[in-house]
């Protein structure tokens, strides 16, 4: 699952440089809903620059990664952080209002 912001406590502590104490800045109720969603391995997201890492939370079985390779300033601070995902190949395609499917999809699974 990719998302522009993080739940919360998973990479979105805010630092003291920008606040008088750490802040928490994730969202409480996207982490309620990923504690109930049962088929993510992965939230991939980067808007707290500076909160970028790989964390897990208790009870569920999803790692969070903070993926933003910039710090708060946006010059490069960090490497990419790489995954692999085994899947089963049923994928959908989604196509937007503006792309063409791939040739080789039909009916919006690929062929």
Do not use: W
């Not at 003291?16 to 994730?26: A, L």
């Not at 309620?32 to 500076?50: A, L, P, T």
């Amino acid at each position: 699952l990719i998302t522009h912001g993080p739940p919360k406590y998973h990479g979105d502590a805010i630092p003291k440089e920008f606040s008088s104490d750490v802040i928490s800045c994730g969202c409480e109720d996207f982490l309620k809903r990923m504690s109930e969603i049962k088929d993510v391995q992965y939230n991939v997201f980067g808007h707290v620059h500076e909160a970028y890492g790989v964390t897990m939370h208790k009870n569920m079985d999803i790692k969070f990664i903070n993926a933003s390779t910039l710090n708060s300033r946006y010059f490069v601070a960090n490497k990419p952080i790489m995954i692999y995902v085994k899947g089963d190949r049923k994928q959908k395609y989604l196509p937007s209002s503006s792309a063409p499917a791939p040739s080789n999809v039909k009916g919006g699974t690929p062929s």
